[in-house]
Each structure stands twice: as C-alpha cells, then as structure tokens.
C-alpha cells in the first residue's frame, strides 16, 4: 500500500490501520461483546502480514487490555508497526469510567500505556476526549512535554472541534486529529476537516464502517442478537428507524462494489479516503477473515459516476 505523511509528523502511514477498540473484549463499559484475544493477535498479524504500518489502539479499550494484547501479537515481529494511543478516559477499581486531563494523571497514563505496550516511546500519543474543556490547555500542554522528553514521538487529538483546536495550537503543534467520519456521520464535512486541511493537521478517521454497520454483514436479526455487553445494542445508528436507512445504504455499497469483488465494507472506506483532508482510516477486525475481508480498501478508489451515486442517495434519504 501507498502511504501518506501525517500532518507535520516525519511518519508515512498506510491509508487505513488497525483499529484495537473492540479487541478490548468485554466487560466495560463500551466493549463489543466476548473476544478471543488469539484471534485478536492472528487478525493484528494478518494486518500487518498485508501491509498495514500503524495500530491505533486506547488506554481505555478493555480498560489496559487492548493494549496488553498489541504487545502480545508485536512479540517477535522484526517489523514493528506504529504504534498510536490515547489519553484522558481514566476508570477506577470498579471500572467506572471518568475524565481527566490533569498534568499528573496524564503522566500516569502515559507510564501505565508504555507498560502494557512494552515499548519505550509513544508513535502518536493522542488526547482521547476534549473533556473537561477547561483543563484541555494542561492535558495538552503536558503532551508537549511528553514529546520533548522523549516519551512520545508525536501529538494528536481525537474529537475537538475547531475553536478547540484552535486553543491548543497556541501552545505546540497539531500532528493529527481522530474524528469519526463515516457515511452515516458527516458532520466533520463541513468546518473541521477543512480547517485541517488549511493547517496541515492529518487527519485519521475513525468509524469509516460505522462500527460493522455498512459492512454488508449487518442485518436486524443480528442486531436484535447483540449480547447486552455490546454498546452497539444502544446506539440510534442501529435502532429503527435509522437502521432500514442504513441498510438500504449498504445495498447501493454493494452494487458498487461488486463491479469490482469488493466488499460494501471497502467501500465505505474508500468514500472517507476520497475526502482529500483525510490522511487514512482506522478499520478494526476482531479475525483475520474480517481483516482479510477489507484490507483492499487501502488500494480502491471511487470513480466520480460512482461518488455521484452514493450522493444521490444521501441526498434522496437524509
């Protein structure tokens, strides 16, 4: 796969990584549901088998247990990928999950992520959730001096808006931002995929599946089937009447994409790839057959008939 250089980071990155959300297993507050940390590690592997360069991962994925599992499918690769995570989302012993972006707990979370990744600096270190906005200068503030001690490589965001952004340039450079994009959720269309583009800010999308949604696999017998410990058992997204919209949106991916044997899934991703501020996509896989399943959309590209297509639709089923 091609790559594509991070904002004003010295990193080359594949346009779509690897997303460790739901390998965080279950047991938390937004987990995805019971997961085999061997599968887990063969579908990391297979990502990276296939040419993938960077995970994205989380403190707060599994609470500590995404990242533990990075570590354990990294063990003996001569090829390490980037490795990206995050900051702020912090859990007591009862695992409720709180917020903080205070220079001493910030600092905590870094030592505790380089533990369980077991490596000795941070590719990407990235301020998870803006919240609460009047500590976001300290949060941000104490990552540039991560940076400058060598502990992180680089500095990013994930859900700020612009006038966040804005604050926090003041104090040191934006690499990246992480928001979540998708053909479902646009709204970062309009103000703050621009803005990055204007700033030289990469920008990683997140979601660009909508969590499984738009992947061809979704159907309302299996989200009805959702275990309890499944946040996607909640979401509007996938609840009437927004999941028949969404899955007759899966019917025009499909269309397209078996001009050419790819997946609804690969196409969705392309979509967010076309955006010309988008750096690349975080895509998750829970096996190496999901994982094998996408991976061409690094390598597809929509043509304008199609683009047109798909913008009727969401023109015609807002």
């Not at 594509?4 to 080359?12: A, M, R």
């Not at 995050?86 to 409720?96: V, Y």
């Not at 969590?211 to 410990?229: C, H, I, Q, W, Y």
């Not at 076309?274 to 994982?291: D, F, W």
Request: charged content about 25%.
């Amino acid at each position: 796969m091609q790559t594509k250089q991070l904002g004003n980071s010295e990193l080359h990155i594949t346009p779509i990584g690897f997303g460790a959300w739901a390998i965080g297993g279950s047991g938390w507050a937004f987990g995805w549901g019971e997961q085999d940390d061997q599968e887990s590690i063969t579908a990391i592997n297979g990502a990276l088998d296939l040419g993938v360069n960077w995970i994205d991962t989380a403190a707060v994925y599994g609470l500590g247990h995404s990242e533990e599992v990075v570590a354990k499918a990294l063990k003996g690769r001569s090829n390490r990928p980037y490795i990206f995570t995050k900051c702020s989302l912090i859990w007591d012993e009862k695992g409720k999950i709180g917020n903080s972006l205070k220079a001493d707990s910030v600092r905590g979370e870094v030592e505790a992520s380089l533990r369980r990744l077991e490596i000795e600096t941070i590719d990407l270190y990235q301020i998870h959730w803006p919240k609460p906005d009047s500590d976001i200068e300290e949060g941000w503030t104490t990552l540039a001096k991560l940076k400058d001690e060598g502990k992180v490589r680089y500095i990013g965001v994930s859900n700020f808006n612009v006038e966040q952004l804005k604050r926090i340039q003041e104090i040191a450079p934006v690499t990246s931002l992480q928001p979540p994009y998708s053909l479902v959720k646009r709204d970062v269309d309009k103000e703050i995929l621009p803005f990055c583009k204007e700033n030289n800010i990469g920008v990683i999308v997140y979601s660009p599946m909508q969590s499984g949604l738009l992947t061809g696999k979704m159907t309302p017998e299996r989200v009805a089937n959702f275990p309890d410990d499944d946040w996607r058992k909640k979401s509007d997204e996938f609840q009437e009447p927004r999941l028949s919209r969404n899955l007759k949106l899966v019917e025009v991916l499909q269309r397209i994409g078996q001009q050419y044997d790819r997946s609804p899934g690969e196409v969705a991703i392309a979509w967010t790839l076309n955006n010309p501020a988008v750096t690349a996509a975080i895509v998750g896989g829970r096996n190496s057959k999901q994982v094998e399943g996408i991976i061409g959309a690094g390598e597809f590209r929509l043509n304008q008939q199609e683009l047109d297509e798909i913008g009727t639709f969401l023109r015609e089923n807002p």
